[in-house]
């Protein structure tokens, strides 16, 4: 059966500090992985990796995929309150069929 | 110039009724999709549409029926709504093409509370 697997399930960090979420996965016809931001409302589009070792990098958020370990891992540098969020990441499978992981709720502390 | 919309946002409704959820996106996209997101954030993919068509459809009550009038079109009709039917519903909408780069894009949820 198809899974990903999240984590830590919750993080709670000071402003500044560094943070590592991992995201591993087993899935059938895997395609991509994508992670996502979701605050208050619907999950917002962060990146999708389809390559291995290939870093992907918006600002102080960076994500890597290994696709001989089956696992991502999405950091963020220099942490802000409003990067608290849960953070969420899929693996697609197939053309369509995109499998969630449960989620690392992240809270920044100032 | 709104992506992805649901109606309605919030939806309190009586054990046994019977409710629709809207979902409408302008993004010109082939393929939608309905998840059901539980109060512990775990966001589980319920149905697929592509133009039109039923594409995926997971282990999900025969109360729950989608229906795609078109390919801008996705809406959710459940019947006899039971307590744990209460979640976000999220619909989603991803691009045209069968390579890997179907990002999706996600409508703002409709939070349905079964009393």
């Known amino acids: 059966e198809d899974k990903v697997v999240q984590s830590p399930l919750s993080l709670v960090v000071h402003e500044g500090d560094t943070v590592t979420l991992n995201c591993s996965y087993e899935?059938?016809?895997?395609?991509?992985l994508l992670w996502y931001k979701q605050e208050k409302k619907a999950p917002t589009f962060l990146f999708m990796l389809?390559?291995?070792?290939i870093e992907k990098k918006s600002g102080r958020l960076s994500s890597i995929l290994d696709k001989k370990e089956l696992f991502s891992i999405l950091n963020i540098t220099a942490t802000q309150t409003g990067d608290s969020a849960i953070y969420l990441c899929?693996?697609?499978?197939?053309?369509?069929?995109?499998?969630f992981g449960t989620g690392t709720r992240l809270k920044v502390l100032a | 110039d709104t992506a992805v919309s649901q109606t309605p946002k919030y939806l309190v409704t009586q054990m046994g009724n019977d409710k629709s959820i809207k979902c409408e996106q302008n993004?010109?996209?082939?393929?939608m999709y309905w998840y059901k997101q539980d109060s512990k954030k775990f966001l589980k993919i319920m149905f697929s549409?592509?133009?039109?068509?039923?594409?995926i459809n997971e282990t999900v009550p025969n109360r729950f029926s989608p229906k795609s009038p078109d390919k801008a079109h996705l809406n959710l009709h459940i019947n006899s709504l039971e307590l744990g039917d209460s979640a976000v519903y999220f619909c989603?909408?991803?691009?045209?093409?069968?390579?890997?780069?179907?990002?999706?894009?996600f409508g703002p949820g409709t939070r349905l509370t079964v009393l």
């Open positions: 989603a909408s991803s691009p045209p093409g069968q390579g890997p780069y179907n990002e999706q894009f």
């Open positions: 389809t390559s291995s070792g």
């Open positions: 993004l010109g996209h082939d393929t």
């Open positions: 549409y592509n133009n039109k068509e039923l594409i």
């Open positions: 899935v059938t016809n895997f395609r991509s």
């Open positions: 899929a693996a697609l499978r197939g053309t369509y069929k995109y499998i």
